[in-house]
């Protein structure tokens, strides 16, 4: 009797701060749930139905998984995710990297333009991105079309986002072009945290620039690395407004990927059941990889 | 200024001295241009393009137009409903990057001074919304709202985006209150303010510059949205700048000069904005880089 007596007025105690404590975060939590959180444990739900978006949803069990397996849309668009993936973060994170090592050992007159510039394209919509890169690969009078024509090159000249073999590619550019501001902002502001007497010492010990990057620069940015390497890959997962806009997913399905088949799939040919496991693939491809992406960057 | 004077003559009698650090300093201006060049020449050909007729463009891209036409930018304001795109497209934006700012701050004012039981917990629930993909949800979120008659209306695109930025939001106040020292809050309690008194008056202005750059990732996240807008919205009427954008160059894909001349609508905004506010851009979105 006396503990339980003890224990409400712990209880009570608490309590009435707690209830203040809800108050605070009761419209976040409560928006939260109904907007992200119930969809998504729907879609878990969903996609063990076969549903039209109209009509009685029908349990299926694992069918749609099954399915999964065999969709052949699915599987190109999985390897064109894959394929992309370079061009969100060798390429980009290989420039960023460059960029740094030029812009931060040196007092370079200009750093905070030079910064601010090669960050300006992370700032634009997807879509408007999409539209500029369209019109530059513009077959008949497009800029790099012009350019390669300009310089002798007709023979080069194509239809570059209706080219079986180039489409991915371009498009893949679009995105190393966004990319790279990113990264290379990540790591100026890992390097201003390196200890300046790492570098002292390196000189000391008669290492060039060149080594001084590779043994200094590069491992004081370890953390900034993997978290660019993270974001980027989640990004080319991700992948959809700059395919939306300039290919669609065409020629043939050349350039389609995950997020686009997922959206056919729910919006455009009713198959709400199936595009439910497709978003439920992709998010635990997406969730497995950053844990185990981010788990193997701290633990080095 | 007298610093960078003196470093400047530092510099070029060194340049005087020696020829092989003026290879190396003509190599490092000659790389970053050449970067600068890659960089921008995209956004310069695009607002070239914007000033052009149909016929000037097919002459060449990187010539200035003869003539500087507006005319683009008026047919694209006013017969391609620029105009009603902007309408919505602020209207969205100013509810969610208010309403978000607020309860975040709110949530993570809890979430760093209060002690209840479920605070961890809630705090996981609300960090596994940075880290899904917005793929995840979109589609039964739209069949959710359909049901309440909440798609293809202005709530259908304010409300889900509060519920994501706040899972950021919270996140980011709570690391924001967390460093504020106790003393403070300690001092204002004995003075009988209460806990509203102390986020309001005490707290707050102190965290202000984080409330900033957290406002300002939302505007650009909302604004720059495509997917939400997509699914949620069929009228003419309610879409935003880069729904209007991308379906209208579905439409007009011939008409170069008017697609770049809306192109350029949807970005500028959000270039004065970041020409403004860099460097709380930067940090922000490299802070923020863990919720994508």
């Known amino acids: 009797m006396i503990t339980l007596a003890k224990g409400r007025k712990i209880l009570r105690g608490t309590a009435s701060q707690s209830w203040v404590a809800y108050l605070y975060i009761f419209p976040s939590i409560a928006i939260y749930a109904y907007f992200i959180l119930w969809p998504i444990i729907q879609t878990i739900r969903l996609s063990v139905f076969d549903w039209d978006g109209l009509t009685e949803p029908v349990f299926i069990g694992m069918k749609n998984f099954i399915e999964l397996t065999q969709d052949q849309i699915l599987h190109q668009a999985l390897l064109n995710n894959l394929l992309f993936i370079p061009f969100f973060t060798i390429f980009p994170i290989a420039i960023a990297l460059f960029l740094t090592a030029l812009l931060t050992r040196k007092k370079v007159k200009g750093f905070n333009f030079f910064r601010a510039a090669f960050f300006l394209p992370q700032v634009m919509a997807m879509v408007a991105v999409g539209i500029v890169w369209r019109w530059i690969y513009n077959p008949t009078f497009g800029p790099l079309n012009q350019t390669l024509t300009f310089l002798g090159l007709e023979n080069w000249t194509r239809p570059w986002l209706g080219d079986f073999s180039f489409a991915l590619p371009a498009v893949g550019l679009a995105a190393t072009w966004v990319q790279y501001g990113f990264s290379m902002v990540l790591f100026i502001s890992g390097v201003q945290h390196i200890d300046e007497n790492l570098y002292d010492a390196a000189k000391i010990d008669g290492a060039n620039e060149f080594h001084q990057f590779w043994n200094v620069t590069l491992p004081g940015i370890r953390n900034e690395l993997s978290v660019a390497m993270v974001t980027s890959i989640i990004a080319a997962l991700r992948i959809f407004d700059l395919v939306y806009v300039t290919t669609r997913g065409s020629p043939g399905m050349k350039t389609m990927v995950a997020s686009l088949w997922l959206y056919r799939n729910a919006f455009q040919i009713n198959r709400v059941g199936y595009a439910s496991a497709i978003a439920v693939l992709l998010t635990l491809i997406i969730l497995v990889l950053s844990y185990v992406l981010l788990s193997e960057g701290s633990k080095r | ?292």
């Open chain 2, 1 to 292: 200024m007298n610093s960078h004077k003196i470093t400047l003559i530092r510099q070029i009698s060194r340049l005087q001295r020696n020829t092989r650090n003026l290879h190396i300093w003509l190599t490092l201006y000659g790389v970053l241009i050449l970067f600068l060049l890659f960089t921008v020449s995209p956004f310069i050909i695009n607002i070239l393009a914007a000033f052009k007729n149909n016929t000037e463009i097919s002459k060449g891209v990187f010539r200035l137009p003869e003539e500087w036409l507006w005319t683009n930018f008026v047919k694209a304001w006013m017969q391609a409903r620029f105009s009603s795109y902007f309408r919505s497209s602020t209207i969205v934006a100013i509810s969610v990057v208010s309403v978000s700012s607020l309860l975040s701050a709110l949530s993570g004012y809890a979430f760093a001074r209060m002690k209840f039981h479920l605070s961890r917990y809630l705090f996981i629930v609300l960090l596994l919304g940075m880290m899904v993909p917005q793929e995840s949800y979109i589609i039964n979120l739209y069949y959710q709202l359909r049901k309440i008659g909440l798609t293809d209306t202005y709530w259908g695109l304010i409300l889900p985006q509060i519920g994501m930025s706040v899972c950021f939001g919270s996140f980011w106040m709570r690391a924001a209150f967390s460093e504020i020292p106790g003393d403070l809050e300690d001092a204002a309690k004995m003075d009988g303010c209460s806990s509203f008194d102390i986020l309001w008056r005490v707290m707050l202005p102190l965290v202000l510059p984080a409330v900033l750059t957290m406002a300002v990732l939302f505007f650009v996240w909302t604004w720059n949205d495509f997917l939400l807008a997509l699914v949620m919205v069929t009228s003419e009427s309610l879409r935003t700048l880069p729904l209007g954008l991308a379906l209208f160059q579905g439409r007009y894909a011939r008409d170069i000069p008017l697609t770049s001349a809306g192109a350029t609508i949807v970005s500028l905004p959000i270039i004065i904005l970041y020409l403004t506010f860099q460097r709380k851009f930067m940090r922000g979105v490299t802070t923020g880089a863990v919720k994508e």
